[in-house]
C-alpha cells in the first residue's frame, strides 16, 4: 500500500528566510505527486504537481518542489518565505486508477517576524 | 466560479445523536470525494463518487456512516449514531477527469465534535 511521509511535526522560520518541507513517499510505480496548503479557515489549497516530466515542478505563491525517485521524495522548497505562508502543508500521492489521494500527516509552519 | 462548498463549518453533537454533512462540488465536476481528518493524524479517503454511483467506498469506517449524492449533484455523509471516535474535519472534494490529469479540488472542511 501507498504511504507518505512527512517528518516534521512542526517548523519555525522567519520570515524572508528559506523553507523545505520533507516529503517522503512509498510506491511501487511512478507516483503523482502533490502539495496542498491549509491556512487557517480555508480548504485545502492545491500548491503544485507531479504527474511525469521535468522533476523540478513550479507551483504557486513562489513554491516549487523536486521530485527524486531514488530517494523516494518531494520535498516542497520556497527561497524566501513571508507572513502569509504560515499554514498547514500537506504532500499527498495519487496512484493512477484508483482515484485515492494518500496523505501525509502535515507540517504546520510558522513564521516569526 | 464558485469552489467546493461545505455546510456546516462546525458541528457539536452529542453521542448517539445524527449529523448530516453536506457537500456541493464545483459546478460540472463528476467526481467528488470525501475524507476525513482526525486530530493529529493524516486526512484519510473516505469514498468516491463519479455522477451519482459509488465508485468505491472502501475507506468508510463502519455502517454507522452513509453517503449519497442525489442526481449527481451535491453530496451529504450522514453520521448515525455518532460516537465519540467520529470527531474530526470531513472534507469534500470534486474533480473533472479520472486518471492521470486528476486534480482534486478541497473545500474548507466540517469540523465535526461528538461530545
Known amino acids: 500500500a501507498q504511504s507518505v511521509t512527512q517528518p516534521d511535526i512542526h517548523i519555525t522560520v522567519s520570515e524572508g528566510a528559506s523553507l523545505e518541507l520533507r516529503c517522503n513517499y512509498s510506491?511501487?510505480?511512478?507516483?503523482?505527486l502533490f502539495w496542498y496548503v491549509q491556512s487557517p479557515g480555508q480548504g485545502l489549497q492545491l500548491l503544485l504537481k507531479y504527474f511525469s516530466g521535468d522533476t523540478l515542478v513550479q507551483g504557486i505563491k513562489g513554491f516549487e518542489a523536486e521530485f527524486k525517485r531514488s530517494q523516494s521524495s518531494f520535498n516542497l522548497r520556497k527561497p524566501s518565505v513571508h507572513w502569509s505562508d504560515a499554514a498547514e502543508y500537506f504532500c499527498a500521492v495519487g496512484d493512477f486508477g484508483n482515484e485515492k489521494l494518500t496523505f501525509g500527516t502535515g507540517t504546520r509552519l510558522t513564521i516569526i517576524p | 466560479e464558485a469552489g467546493v462548498t461545505q455546510f456546516p463549518s462546525h458541528s457539536v453533537i452529542e453521542k448517539g445523536q445524527t449529523v448530516t454533512l453536506r457537500c456541493d462540488p464545483i459546478s460540472g465536476h463528476d467526481n467528488l470525494y470525501w475524507y476525513r481528518r482526525v486530530m493529529g493524524k493524516e486526512i484519510k479517503f473516505l469514498l468516491h463518487f463519479v455522477k451519482e454511483s459509488k465508485q468505491d467506498e472502501s475507506g468508510m469506517p463502519n455502517n454507522r456512516f452513509l453517503a449519497e449524492r442525489t442526481g449527481g449533484t451535491y453530496s451529504t455523509l450522514k453520521v448515525q449514531p455518532a460516537e465519540l471516535e467520529d470527531s474530526g474535519v470531513y472534507f469534500c472534494a470534486s474533480s473533472q477527469v479520472m486518471g492521470a490529469k486528476n486534480i482534486q479540488y478541497f473545500g474548507a472542511g466540517t469540523r465535526l465534535s461528538v461530545l
Open positions: 510506491y511501487g510505480a511512478t507516483p503523482y
